[in-house]
Every structure is written in C-alpha cells, then in structure tokens.
C-alpha cells in the first residue's frame, strides 16, 4: 500500500479498508464559530462529514495552522479545529493554561457539540493536549495522530528556554513590537542562531512574534509555556504514562530538519509505543502539515482507512510489537 512518497508496513493481523458511506447532501462548509463555554469564548473551525477528527495546534499558534489541510479533510472526515483558550479569537483571561485545563476545554467543546469520540490529531503542544485527553478520557479516543509533539524527550529549542525565564515579557514585547516585526532583521537574525531553517519554520515563528505584539496574548503564551517548558527544557513528560497509548492506534508525524523538537523523540516514542506508525517527513521542519501538506493527507488518509483490531488493557494480553507498523518517509 502506497502514501505519496513511501510505503506502509504492517506486521500483524490482517487489516481492511473501511467503506466510506457518502453524505446526503455532501460535506458540511468549512466555517468559523465561537462558543461560551464556563463564562469563556472558545473559537473554532468546523466543516466536512464523516468521522470526527479533533485537531489541536501548537503554542502561539491557533486553527490556522490547519489551513492547507483542512479543505481537502473536510471532503471526507468532520473536522473540528480549536483556538485552545489564550490562543487565535479564543479569551485570553487569566487563568490554567496547562496541558491538563486544555484537554478539559476541548472534551468541552466536544461535549457542546454533541461529539462522543474522535480522532485527534495534535501538533507540537496540541500533540501533548491530545496525550493528555487520551489519558484522562480513553473511552473517548479512536486514534492518535501526533505531529511533532511535545512530551517525549527534554530537547526543545533555546528560543522557548529563553522565552520561559522569570522577566521575559517584556523582553518578549520587545521583539515583537511592530517596527521590528516589519523589519524582520532581529527576528530572522535570532531564528538562525538557534537553528531553525528558513521557509515555513520562519514565516509560522514570525507570524507567533507578532500576535505576541498583544499584552493578553503575551500573558496567555507564557503562562502556557511555563506550565510545559523551563530553562532547563520541556517539563513535563508524556513517558511516565506512556502506557495510555498502548490502547489506540498512533501516527507520528515529525521533519527530519526539526529544529524545535528533535526528531529522534518521535523514533523514541515509536519504539516505546506499541500500535505506531511512524512518517518522518524529509526537507521537513516543526510543521510537517504545512511543509508537505499533500503527503500530510495521503499518509493521514492511509492510516485512517485501516480497521484496527487494539486489544484494550484487561480484555485480553498484547504480544510485543504487535501490530506495530512503520514507513520511514522518502
């Protein structure tokens, strides 16, 4: 079985397609929305038919990461793409911001939408929010798609170490004035030194500097960040309870040239993870769905239209490596 630049593996029980039913009258228009959950504004991008899939963007980011994917998915899943709260139209008021109170906001979001399951797919933070979903809400979760995330290794970048120190708002404002956003030497001149790669890495960075030009968006992006990230690193870790994975299929998705976290987390998290299929995206950076959004969606598709048969923890004993897959991307 072919993705648009690699082949799937599968070693294990045999595995079928499974049948897509077309919608009545076709998909649901992408729209953008806004709800008041617990005194708070949640917005969000919503559209398509079909099976549900939840997706949640990084830090500093918000739904539009999603943008060069979403059409495409929506022809055939309902997509349902958060601002996380403190991010995009989302409030930011004080408040948590940790990986635990947005995984809370999405179950929410999906309980005022009158959604029981999904598939999520996380990126970067979201990566760790859907994680973190998986472990407090289980019987909620169909599959697992995880995009760079954050969580599996103590290697992040010395531009989010740096941003995370005592003091650095109004650093933080600073930099992201608009005279030097507009500019862009500063910022272009900083990204290079601590390795990031121009193309998409530089514009999604940039575009982050500027909405922190925002003192609510700035509050928000470093109580965010201090809840997951210190000077020493990433501070919280989805290793000591790894084993919530062991219950749903997982895709991870990372660039090879991934200079914010490593991409040998996601080999590490794959060999730890029974149930995984592992793309690495070459030429790639910290947002492989932007980067490659076609392949993003072949790979996305492949991995969704496979019937999965994941022994739950009690019901019956799981060999090791069982139904384990791999493809290594080209």
Request: aromatic share 6%; glycine share 10%.
């Amino acid at each position: 079985m072919k993705t648009a630049r690699g082949t799937l593996r599968v070693v294990g029980r045999d595995q079928r397609a499974t049948p897509k039913r077309p919608a009545p009258d076709g998909p649901a228009k992408l729209r953008k929305a806004e709800i008041t959950l617990h005194g708070r504004r949640v917005a969000y991008r919503t559209g398509g038919w079909g099976p549900l899939l939840v997706l949640v963007h990084g830090i500093t980011s918000n739904s539009a990461t999603w943008d060069r994917v979403l059409p495409e998915l929506s022809q055939r899943y309902t997509v349902l793409a958060p601002d996380l709260l403190g991010h995009g139209r989302s409030d930011k008021l004080r408040g948590d911001y940790s990986v635990g109170a947005h995984a809370n906001t999405v179950r929410d979001l999906m309980d005022a939408l009158g959604y029981s399951t999904a598939t999520f797919v996380g990126h970067s933070l979201g990566g760790g929010v859907a994680l973190q979903f998986a472990y407090q809400y289980p019987e909620r979760i169909e599959r697992l798609v995880l995009v760079a995330p954050g969580g599996f290794g103590k290697e992040v970048t010395p531009l989010l170490r740096a941003a995370s120190l005592p003091g650095s708002g109004p650093v933080l404002a600073i930099a992201a004035a608009k005279p030097i956003i507009e500019a862009g030497t500063l910022l272009t001149q900083l990204l290079g030194r601590v390795g990031l790669h121009g193309g998409t890495d530089l514009e999604e960075i940039g575009r982050a500097y500027a909405l922190l030009s925002d003192r609510d968006a700035r509050t928000a992006f470093l109580h965010t960040l201090r809840s997951v990230v210190d000077i020493a690193g990433q501070r919280v870790t989805a290793l000591d309870r790894i084993d919530v994975a062991h219950d749903f299929p997982a895709l991870i998705v990372w660039g090879t040239h991934d200079r914010v976290v490593p991409a040998r987390h996601g080999e590490q998290a794959h060999r730890l993870v029974p149930n995984t299929y592992l793309a690495m995206f070459e030429n790639a950076g910290h947002f492989p769905h932007r980067d490659d959004p076609e392949r993003f969606i072949a790979v996305l598709d492949e991995f969704l239209a496979r019937e999965w048969r994941v022994p739950r923890r009690g019901r019956a004993a799981r060999s090791a490596g069982a139904e384990r897959v791999t493809a290594l991307g080209a």
